[in-house]
Every structure is written in C-alpha cells, then in structure tokens.
C-alpha cells in the first residue's frame, strides 16, 4: 500500500517568510508525528496527534511553529516568520499500534536563506 | 548523561561481515525498541521492534535486547554494499509515545 507521503519534498524560502509543509499519513493510522532533524543532529521530536488532537506538542520549538490534522488524515506543519535555524528536514511519520514502529516519509528539506 | 547514546562510527566492513550495531540508554521507562534505517536524503525505513528482552531475527536481521543493562543490538549477517546506511535505534516509553532516538551508526558495507 502507499506510504507516508510528504510536499513539497524541497522548500527554500526566504528569512521572514512563512512557509506549510504538509504530510499525508498512512491510511487508517491514527497516530501521527512530526520531527525535524538537522546536520549533525540526531531525530528531534516536534509534535504528536491522535486523531485530530494533538496531546503532545511539548518538541515545539517556538510558538512559530504550529500544526494542525484535519479528518485524522493530512496533517500541515506551519513556519512563521522564517530562520536561518529552522533550516532542516522535517520528517512525517505515522503509526498503526503501540510499539510497531512508526512510517516515516520522505521529508520535506526546508532551506532558509 | 544522554537517554540514548549511539557510536556515530563510521564502521566500515568488507562485504559478508557480520555487523553489529549497538545503542545504551539510562531510562528504565523505555519499553519498546526499533531499529531504523536511513538512506542518504531519504526518510528513516523501520527495520525491526520489539519490545521484550531477548533476540528477534527476521532473515538476515537480528535485535536484541537486554533491558537489565539497558542495552540494545542490531546484528546484520552477510552484510552487502547496499546495506551501507545510517542506522539508529529508537525507543519508546509506551502507548503513542514518541520516540527517542539515538544520533546514528553509519555502516560502510565494501566490495
């Protein structure tokens, strides 16, 4: 079946701007996350959602950043006001059960000039 | 002390070696263990979990996991060139809960 997909799969924007990354998760997964993960950086969580809530947003950098699932399906991630810092890949993953893992997608490589 | 502590390597190994790949953690709380593998440029690919102590094996792959030293290993039997990739462990606490992972071993599987 389809896996996670994300878009866009490469993203350079200017320092300011505000940019949407968005996922497409695995269907019938119920769990869904976001990490960022830098050079040199390991796997950084950013926020979870259980269906359509979000019980763990505790990775959140800043309150630039924000995210939001509609229909238990797609989930958008939100940049405001653009760093030079927030350049990174954001990584969607989405998951079926506890501890089977969780399905990464491809990511989205952010670059903030 | 980090939760999760991985050898960054890289570890380099003549095609057909056996290889092992290790990662400690300090939390107890941890009750589910992954192993992930992650192509340049690509999204991390879930090789393995599980979440009791002991070995796992699904054809050339092996975990395992020794909770009373807070231990886990992947072992890779007759390791091929395209088994060259970063891979990390990643652990759960339970429920939905996210993962910790550790920085990545990087694997060089030569000719």
């Known amino acids: 079946g389809a896996g996670v997909s994300q878009s866009p799969s490469n993203k350079v924007t200017e320092k300011g701007k505000d940019v949407e990354l968005r996922c497409d998760p695995i269907?019938?997964?119920?769990?869904l996350y976001w990490y960022r993960q830098s050079l040199g950086q390991g796997l950084e969580f950013l926020i979870y959602?259980?269906?359509?809530?979000?019980?763990?947003k505790s990775g959140l950098p800043s309150d630039r950043f924000s995210a939001e699932r509609t229909g238990g399906s797609v989930s958008t991630l939100t940049i405001q006001r653009t760093q030079q810092e927030d350049s990174a890949v954001y990584l969607c993953?989405?998951?079926?059960?506890?501890?089977?893992?969780?399905?990464f997608g491809p990511g989205t490589r952010l670059t903030v000039t | 002390q980090k939760e999760v502590e991985q050898d960054p390597g890289p570890l380099s190994v003549p095609e057909g070696a056996i290889v092992s790949l290790n990662c400690t953690y300090s939390?107890?709380?941890?009750?589910?263990f992954m192993w992930y593998r992650q192509y340049s440029r690509k999204g991390p690919e879930l090789l393995m979990y599980?979440?009791?102590?002991g070995n796992k094996e699904d054809g050339r792959f092996t975990a395992q996991v020794d909770k009373s030293s807070k231990y886990i290993s992947l072992f890779i039997r007759d390791s091929q060139p395209s088994d060259s990739a970063t891979y990390l462990c990643?652990?759960?606490?339970?429920?939905?809960?996210?993962?910790?992972f550790g920085k990545g071993t990087m694997l060089l599987v030569s000719p």
């Open positions: 993953a989405s998951g079926p059960n506890p501890g089977q893992g969780q399905y």
């Open positions: 269907s019938g997964h119920t769990a």
């Open positions: 959602f259980q269906g359509n809530s979000a019980p763990d």
């Open positions: 939390n107890s709380a941890f009750q589910y």
């Open positions: 599980t979440y009791s102590s």
């Open positions: 990643a652990l759960a606490k339970g429920g939905y809960s996210t993962l910790t």
